[in-house]
């Protein structure tokens, strides 16, 4: 049977610019909100992932008018038939809960699958059932899908017991059509919260304070079309400052929002990097000594979650001991393991990992287990001896668009492949 795999070699110093793509992480909450008009929604700077497809299919099939360009998508939403969604599909990416906040004012009844993506152990939903069910939504659990019903929402004040971006986003779009006044205490303040609320304005919507704590909407009876660009990926630039560091390079990262990066900036400025800031790039020279860090994830502005793992490849060549600290997904170390196939050494302890530094790795067979875990081991195969073979890539290919032609754009000896892991990887055993 073929399967898709990514294979890495020992890379020399990468060297180059390019464009960042449309973020992930907000993209399917902007996809979502266009299916709360009958009017054309036209959203332009789309990243080509599998998790768009997946979102493309899931509203195709109750009756979704999806018009396809280059990097764009133009949704119709008039013709919806229901809002009873394919449950095995849904389950096939965390944010399709979006779907609930954009269509149960209209549909009163949305069907779902339970949140899929990356496992990270417990993905709870208990902030979006809070935050809905004051609106007035009732939740029902089944083995394999739930339903959330309301025949009418209202606004509420809704205090968010932990500070979570999706069901931030996912509330602030039922708010959006809720009688009078909601008023979203504790919110996240991520870029990608804040270009959701930005496309529901830009189509209506009366929302204010994205991007503070405090989000106040009041609702509205109708939302119309309009045209609108998702903001860069803060991630994938993130992950290609960081391969400057690794390879000891020079990487021009464009068409990016620098405020967004801050907190990963501060801290490869402490290792030892340093920066060009532009007014919508960055450039990063890595060809420095780099020294350990410590490094508490948190929500934005914090650093992000999803950039600690990448960022332990880099710690594994700096001098010195690291500390990396995840109070927001403890159990998002499992790249831990599979850098340990590489000859890395890592100690685990609860919620933190201890990481010597000066460390040689050397190629072998590795699995990508989530979307920045993948990133996470390509970055390691860019520095260990030999040859590198990455499978189980769907979690890659889920959050980054063409990620092996980005890096051979800079010079990486990096390809896709589509057969057999296994013969591949004896046929490296044998040249070795």
């Given at each position: 049977?073929?399967?898709?795999?990514?294979?890495?070699?020992?890379?020399?110093?990468?060297?180059?610019?390019?464009?960042?793509?449309?973020?992930?992480?907000?993209?399917?909450?902007?996809?979502?909100?266009?299916?709360?008009?009958?009017?054309?929604?036209?959203?332009?700077?789309?990243?080509?992932?599998?998790?768009?497809?997946?979102?493309?299919?899931?509203?195709?099939?109750?009756?979704?008018?999806?018009?396809?360009?280059?990097?764009?998508?133009?949704?119709?939403?008039?013709?919806?038939?229901?809002?009873?969604?394919?449950?095995?599909?849904?389950?096939?990416?965390?944010?399709?809960?979006?779907?609930?906040?954009?269509?149960?004012?209209?549909?009163?009844?949305?069907?779902?699958?339970?949140?899929?993506?990356?496992?990270?152990?417990?993905?709870?939903?208990?902030?979006?059932?809070?935050?809905?069910?004051?609106?007035?939504?009732?939740?029902?659990?089944?083995?394999?899908?739930?339903?959330?019903?309301?025949?009418?929402?209202?606004?509420?004040?809704?205090?968010?017991?932990?500070?979570?971006?999706?069901?931030?986003?996912?509330?602030?779009?039922?708010?959006?059509?809720?009688?009078?006044?909601?008023?979203?205490?504790?919110?996240?303040?991520?870029?990608?919260?804040?270009?959701?609320?930005?496309?529901?304005?830009?189509?209506?919507?009366?929302?204010?304070?994205?991007?503070?704590?405090?989000?106040?909407?009041?609702?509205?009876?109708?939302?119309?079309?309009?045209?609108?660009?998702?903001?860069?990926?803060?991630?994938?630039?993130?992950?290609?400052?960081?391969?400057?560091?690794?390879?000891?390079?020079?990487?021009?990262?464009?068409?990016?929002?620098?405020?967004?990066?801050?907190?990963?900036?501060?801290?490869?400025?402490?290792?030892?990097?340093?920066?060009?800031?532009?007014?919508?790039?960055?450039?990063?020279?890595?060809?420095?000594?780099?020294?350990?860090?410590?490094?508490?994830?948190?929500?934005?502005p914090l650093f992000a979650t999803d950039l600690q793992q990448p960022l332990t490849s880099l710690m594994l060549k700096a001098s010195g001991k690291s500390i990396v600290t995840d109070p927001i997904f403890p159990n998002r170390f499992r790249h831990i393991h599979q850098l340990s196939k590489l000859g890395a050494v890592i100690e685990k302890r609860k919620a933190s990992v201890f990481i010597p530094g000066n460390q040689k790795l050397k190629g072998a067979r590795v699995e990508a287990l989530d979307v920045r875990a993948g990133s996470s081991l390509i970055l390691a195969g860019l520095m260990a001896e030999g040859t590198t073979i990455i499978t189980d890539i769907d979690h890659i290919l889920r959050g980054y668009e063409n990620v092996t032609s980005l890096f051979a754009k800079l010079g990486a000896d990096i390809t896709l492949?589509?057969?057999?892991?296994?013969?591949?990887?004896?046929?490296?055993?044998?040249?070795?």
């Amino acid at each position: 049977m073929k399967e898709k795999y990514i294979v890495v070699k020992k890379s020399d110093p990468l060297q180059g610019s390019l464009a960042v793509p449309g973020s992930k992480n907000a993209v399917l909450g902007l996809l979502a909100a266009a299916l709360m008009t009958d009017e054309d929604v036209k959203i332009e700077n789309i990243p080509q992932i599998l998790d768009v497809k997946v979102l493309c299919e899931i509203v195709a099939d109750i009756g979704v008018d999806v018009h396809e360009t280059d990097h764009q998508l133009i949704f119709n939403a008039k013709n919806i038939k229901h809002a009873e969604l394919n449950t095995a599909l849904t389950s096939k990416f965390r944010a399709s809960y979006y779907f609930i906040g954009a269509l149960i004012s209209k549909y009163k009844k949305v069907k779902i699958g339970y949140p899929g993506g990356d496992d990270f152990g417990s993905r709870p939903i208990d902030q979006h059932e809070k935050g809905l069910t004051a609106l007035g939504a009732t939740f029902n659990y089944y083995k394999d899908y739930y339903t959330v019903e309301a025949e009418r929402l209202k606004g509420a004040d809704i205090y968010f017991d932990v500070i979570t971006s999706g069901a931030t986003i996912n509330v602030m779009l039922a708010s959006v059509f809720a009688e009078g006044k909601t008023t979203l205490t504790n919110a996240a303040r991520d870029p990608e919260v804040v270009d959701v609320a930005n496309l529901l304005n830009k189509m209506g919507a009366n929302i204010r304070g994205a991007g503070t704590s405090k989000i106040i909407i009041h609702g509205v009876n109708t939302l119309k079309g309009c045209d609108y660009q998702t903001i860069p990926d803060r991630l994938i630039a993130g992950t290609f400052l960081i391969a400057a560091g690794v390879t000891g390079g020079q990487v021009t990262v464009r068409d990016v929002i620098p405020e967004h990066l801050t907190s990963l900036l501060e801290k490869l400025t402490e290792m030892g990097m340093t920066f060009e800031v532009g007014n919508n790039s960055i450039t990063a020279y890595g060809d420095h000594n780099l020294k350990a860090t410590r490094v508490k994830t948190g929500m934005y502005p914090l650093f992000a979650t999803d950039l600690q793992q990448p960022l332990t490849s880099l710690m594994l060549k700096a001098s010195g001991k690291s500390i990396v600290t995840d109070p927001i997904f403890p159990n998002r170390f499992r790249h831990i393991h599979q850098l340990s196939k590489l000859g890395a050494v890592i100690e685990k302890r609860k919620a933190s990992v201890f990481i010597p530094g000066n460390q040689k790795l050397k190629g072998a067979r590795v699995e990508a287990l989530d979307v920045r875990a993948g990133s996470s081991l390509i970055l390691a195969g860019l520095m260990a001896e030999g040859t590198t073979i990455i499978t189980d890539i769907d979690h890659i290919l889920r959050g980054y668009e063409n990620v092996t032609s980005l890096f051979a754009k800079l010079g990486a000896d990096i390809t896709l492949e589509n057969g057999s892991a296994d013969k591949s990887l004896h046929h490296v055993s044998k040249i070795i």
